[in-house]
């Protein structure tokens, strides 16, 4: 082991019923380092990122936060663990408000202070939740909504926060306001695993990136390097 990495992962494997969704996938994310997952629909990205929380039945060889092993912490206490969880779909709380929302990400915190500064920082960081605070999350556009889903992720400070296709349904208007917000929190040094369809937000957003068919990493590499990869050009990016 490097002693550097945020998450350690190896040989993760995730079967449904005869399905098999992914298949001894090894990785890491350097500390301070984003890393991506692209593939197309079905290529088992959503799979990777409910096997590292613990929320579908996996095996695993490795898992680890840090030097913690996680291999049998349950989904419950991963954020208590340091991981935050930005779900596909966003899953907000629509009939609470915005800070209530925020607030829910914090249950792991203890000090009210404390938590007080982890708002006022998401609200810094998403003025746009600042101008919100108080009406319901159910309100709240798309793209404000996956904002909100974020913040909450943040809120309990995770050592490492995985991202379930942030893009997804948004404009590119606004797919451009997630990028900018996935590219501070990079500069600020959070370790970060983005898990998209969209190569071209991932590449922008990322330091290195796997490339997943089939639940199992057809290609690796930096992202700078990847971009310019002619079949990842043809399939990814549509050029
Ligand atoms: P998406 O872009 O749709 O999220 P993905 O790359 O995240 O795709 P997964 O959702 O991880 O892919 O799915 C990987 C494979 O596992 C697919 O073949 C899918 O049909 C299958 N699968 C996913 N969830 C289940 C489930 N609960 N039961 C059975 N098969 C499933």
């Given at each position: 082991t490097t002693g550097t990495a945020a998450l350690t992962v190896s040989g993760l494997?995730?079967?449904?019923?005869?399905?098999?969704?992914?298949?001894?996938?090894?990785?890491?994310?350097?500390?301070?380092?984003?890393?991506?997952?692209?593939?197309?629909?079905?290529?088992?990205?959503?799979?990777?990122?409910?096997?590292?929380m613990g929320l579908v039945p996996r095996t695993v060889t490795a898992l680890r936060l840090g030097d913690v092993d996680l291999s049998r912490v349950a989904a419950r206490d991963m954020v208590r663990h340091g991981i935050g969880y930005v779900p596909e779909g966003r899953h907000v709380f629509p009939g609470l408000t915005?800070?209530?929302?925020?607030?829910?990400?914090?249950?792991?915190?203890?000090?009210?202070a404390e938590v007080r500064a982890g708002l006022d920082e998401i609200y810094e960081l998403f003025g746009v939740l600042a101008q919100m605070r108080g009406r319901l999350a159910g309100a709240l556009s798309g793209g404000q909504?996956?904002?909100?889903?974020?913040?909450?992720?943040?809120?309990?400070?995770?050592?490492?926060?995985?991202?379930?296709?942030?893009?997804?349904?948004?404009?590119?208007?606004?797919?451009?306001?997630?990028?900018?917000?996935?590219?501070?929190?990079?500069?600020?040094?959070?370790?970060?695993?983005?898990?998209?369809?969209?190569?071209?937000?991932?590449?922008?957003?990322?330091?290195?990136?796997?490339?997943?068919?089939?639940?199992?990493?057809?290609?690796?590499g930096t992202s700078a390097k990847l971009r310019h990869d002619p079949q990842v050009r043809r399939i990814y990016l549509g050029l």
């Open positions: 494997t995730v079967h449904y019923g005869g399905v098999c969704a992914v298949r001894d996938l090894s990785f890491e994310v350097p500390a301070g380092q984003a890393v991506g997952v692209i593939g197309a629909n079905g290529a088992g990205k959503t799979s990777t990122l409910k096997a590292i915005v800070e209530k929302n925020l607030l829910l990400g914090a249950y792991a915190r203890r000090w009210d909504q996956q904002m909100l889903s974020i913040g909450r992720a943040l809120m309990s400070r995770p050592r490492l926060l995985l991202l379930d296709e942030p893009s997804m349904g948004l404009s590119p208007k606004l797919v451009e306001d997630i990028l900018a917000v996935l590219q501070r929190l990079g500069r600020e040094g959070l370790s970060m695993l983005l898990v998209e369809q969209n190569a071209k937000l991932t590449f922008e957003a990322t330091a290195t990136c796997l490339v997943v068919e089939n639940g199992e990493v057809a290609m690796t």
